[in-house]
């Protein structure tokens, strides 16, 4: 489950010197020093009742000129700062059952009830309302090799609440939770790792199942680059493209890369030819790839 942190006695502080501090140090999610710190500045943070609210009323009155050209998340998200140096700072805003937007959106748009992980790191404290409650869960990443369908033997530690002034972290590819909606209106701060590998890694989304002893599947792998997706597109549109895919299925680093290179390569392919590749594929180093390849040979 996400390291819980106590909150350290910080002084209030306002957003312009948070992120000033945290662009002069940079952030790193993995190392004690840098988590120290992110949580004194987050919790210095969380304690100024008055920021966001400034914050939000100037992006209003700016007709959300700033959020509509920096967010790349969706609305429930309200970018606050965001650094060159591989992270970004955010406001999260977590609607109840009783909130319209909620009740128009549904619960699939706030990840509610949604077991997963996350391929990066990130600090988070409860800032405004009740919290939202999460169901955690422990596994060992070190045993699953992240195919669909396979086991993670997970073991439901506690369901807890993001009260105002929690803090707690949660690590790229070791916390699993599922997220249920608070009993009012909620914010969230986080602090969360950015950096150029986060796009390369999967993420989990889990299924429970209905049986007590399942303990838990990997339901699907989510993650996605555009590039990935344009490799799909340039084979069907030329030579060239499909001389590219090949390359990528025999060398890329990432695995996720290589099989939707293979897959690419087997889109444009009839017969015996789309059996060859995905056969071959079937030879890769990675056991995502080597099942996804068996997956599709056999559809």
């Known amino acids: 489950?996400?390291?819980?942190?106590?909150?350290?006695?910080?002084?209030?502080?306002?957003?312009?010197?948070?992120?000033?501090?945290?662009?002069?140090?940079?952030?790193?999610?993995?190392?004690?020093?840098?988590?120290?710190?992110?949580?004194?500045?987050?919790?210095?943070?969380?304690?100024?009742?008055?920021?966001?609210?400034?914050?939000?009323?100037?992006?209003?009155?700016?007709?959300?000129?700033?959020?509509?050209?920096?967010?790349?998340?969706?609305?429930?998200?309200?970018?606050?700062?965001?650094?060159?140096?591989?992270?970004?700072?955010?406001?999260?805003?977590?609607?109840?059952?009783?909130?319209?937007?909620?009740?128009?959106?549904?619960?699939?748009?706030?990840?509610?009830?949604?077991?997963?992980?996350?391929?990066?790191s990130f600090l988070t404290a409860g800032y405004f309302g009740p919290g939202y409650i999460s169901d955690h869960y422990d596994y060992d990443p070190e045993?699953?090799?992240?195919?669909?369908?396979?086991?993670?033997?997970?073991?439901?530690?506690?369901?807890?609440r993001l009260d105002k002034g929690k803090l707690m972290l949660y690590r790229a590819h070791r916390d699993i939770h599922r997220q249920l909606p608070p009993e009012s209106l909620s914010v969230s701060l986080n602090i969360m790792d950015e950096g150029e590998q986060v796009p390369w890694r999967d993420q989990y989304i889990v299924d429970l199942g209905q049986e007590a002893d399942k303990h838990g599947t990997i339901a699907s792998r989510p993650t996605l680059t555009s590039g990935e997706m344009l490799l799909r597109c340039a084979v069907h549109l030329t030579d060239n493209g499909k001389d590219l895919a090949d390359q990528f299925a025999r060398t890329h680093p990432v695995p996720r890369v290589r099989a939707n290179a293979i897959a690419a390569i087997a889109a444009v392919e009839e017969g015996a030819g789309r059996a060859a590749v995905l056969e071959r594929g079937m030879g890769d180093s990675d056991a995502r790839v080597r099942d996804d390849c068996a997956r599709w040979l056999a559809l």
Not at 22 to 27: A, F, I, K, Q, R
Not at 96 to 101: L, T
Not at 143 to 160: C, K, W
Request: hydrophobic content about 40%; glycine content about 6%.
């Open 1 to 120: 489950m996400p390291r819980a942190i106590t909150p350290p006695a910080a002084p209030t502080l306002d957003l312009a010197e948070v992120t000033a501090r945290l662009d002069e140090s940079g952030v790193d999610l993995t190392d004690e020093a840098s988590i120290a710190q992110c949580a004194n500045l987050l919790a210095g943070l969380a304690q100024n009742r008055s920021f966001l609210g400034h914050h939000l009323i100037a992006a209003l009155k700016a007709s959300y000129t700033d959020q509509l050209a920096a967010n790349r998340y969706s609305a429930q998200v309200f970018l606050l700062h965001r650094s060159p140096r591989g992270f970004y700072l955010r406001a999260n805003l977590w609607p109840s059952e009783r909130d319209a937007a909620y009740t128009t959106s549904g619960p699939a748009a706030f990840s509610y009830g949604v077991p997963h992980d996350h391929n990066f």
């Open 143 to 160: 045993a699953v090799d992240g195919r669909l369908g396979e086991p993670l033997n997970l073991t439901f530690v506690e369901r807890s």
